[in-house]
């Protein structure tokens, strides 16, 4: 810290021990799915109803476990295992089934740090964009909308994981604005490329952070030009990026597994993305963006239609994603909008442009909006007070 910069205020103790709770909270409220579990293991289970068996795998947590069990074994992705998106999260399935073996305890278990971690960099975040409050009630809302089971938020969702890369990257990057080092924006950089290397759809993020190091004047004191600052910082980002990305190429064609590699990412997962057949009775995508996929016959949830389908806005969290729409507008254009407020709207659009760009519109493609979303509908809630 210079002698003209401020003194960082001090988080007050309530604030961290609010997050704490949340923490915990989280955990309980997770846990849950494991109940009967829990029951079995330790002849107690702490929630107010616990009956049958824990909650099954869903198809893509049951496919992940066995690609993970496959490498765990020995197997090489892609070369003997092939699947259709890049490699990071099913290298993190195989971490947990090798730290916890092959079995549903461990899948289940398996989200809650990278959940953890996301809670505490939204709770982080909302300190820089407000106040305690602001982050205390961010941190809050998105504990709940990340575990919609709608959005099938408490399974091991590929989601998670992006999720916390790309709150880490937002963080990195807002850290960069008040600091001469540019670490910070490689770092910004390289957990978009970690977020990338578990869905390519990621990569947006990146041009966001591109056009807002262009756009916002950062505290450079090294006596360069404006211009030339800028492109030293858009190539600090491209940097960050393209290491982490040719460090998971490299891993790949040392295993061998180059050529195959990119016959299932880059062909087949774009062929899945581009060529797919609409299913039956779907509407167009414009409003499948804003619905989700309709049921089978073709109905399509309210406003538009009555179904007894499950929609990813279908439970008690709709009125957040409410909320989040004049929110995010404030955050962009209100009275004493700020850069961070900007950049965290122009974050949660372009995970809502990552929800589209795949045209599958998947339930659990809209968790990707919610860290942006809790931050913004705090932010303007404690605006208001």
């Known amino acids: 810290m210079t002698a003209n910069q401020p003194a960082p205020t001090p988080t007050p103790a309530w604030a961290k021990i609010c997050l704490f709770l949340i923490l915990v909270g989280d955990v309980w409220w997770r846990c849950h799915t494991i109940g009967p579990t829990v029951r079995d293991l330790t002849g107690y289970a702490p929630w107010p109803v616990v009956i049958g068996e824990a909650e099954p795998l869903d198809c893509d947590e049951a496919a992940y476990a ?27 399935y195989a971490l947990a089934v090798k730290i916890g073996g092959a079995n549903e305890l461990t899948i289940r278990l398996m989200p809650i740090p990278y959940v953890l971690a996301t809670i505490s960099l939204v709770w982080w975040l909302g300190l820089r964009l407000r106040d305690p409050l602001t982050a205390c009630l961010a941190a809050g809302l998105f504990g709940l909308l990340s575990t919609d089971p709608y959005l099938y938020g408490n399974g091991a969702n590929m989601e998670h994981f992006i999720n916390l890369f790309a709150v880490g990257s937002l963080a990195a990057l807002v850290k960069s604005f008040g600091a001469t080092p540019r670490r910070w924006i490689v770092l910004a950089g390289a957990l978009v490329g970690a977020a990338f290397l578990v869905k390519q759809v990621a990569a947006a993020h990146g041009l966001v952070y591109a056009f807002a190091l262009i756009a916002i004047r950062r505290d450079d004191r090294i006596g360069l030009s404006r211009l030339k600052s800028k492109i030293i910082d858009l190539l600090a980002l491209a940097g960050g990026f393209a290491g982490v990305l040719a460090l998971g190429v490299a891993v790949l064609w040392l295993q061998g597994a180059g050529s195959a590699a990119y016959d299932d990412i880059m062909v087949y997962g774009s062929a899945l993305a581009t060529i797919k057949v609409p299913d039956a009775h779907a509407p167009s995508k414009l409003i499948r963006w804003f619905t989700g996929n309709a049921s089978p016959d073709g109905i399509l949830p309210p406003p538009f239609g009555k179904t007894l389908y499950l929609v990813w806005w279908g439970t008690g969290s709709w009125p957040v994603w409410v909320a989040a729409v004049p929110a995010l507008g404030w955050l962009l254009l209100g009275k004493g909008a700020n850069k961070v407020g900007r950049l965290v709207a122009a974050w949660t659009l372009c995970c809502w442009v990552q929800v589209a760009l795949p045209g599958l519109f998947w339930q659990h493609y809209y968790l990707l909006p919610t860290p942006g979303i809790a931050l913004a509908v705090a932010g303007v809630f404690v605006t208001s007070l």
Not at 68 to 92: C, F, H, T
């Open 66 to 92: 066995y690609i993970g069990r496959r490498i765990d074994q020995g197997a090489v992705m892609y070369r003997d295992v092939s699947e259709n998106k890049p490699p990071l999260g099913y290298w993190l």
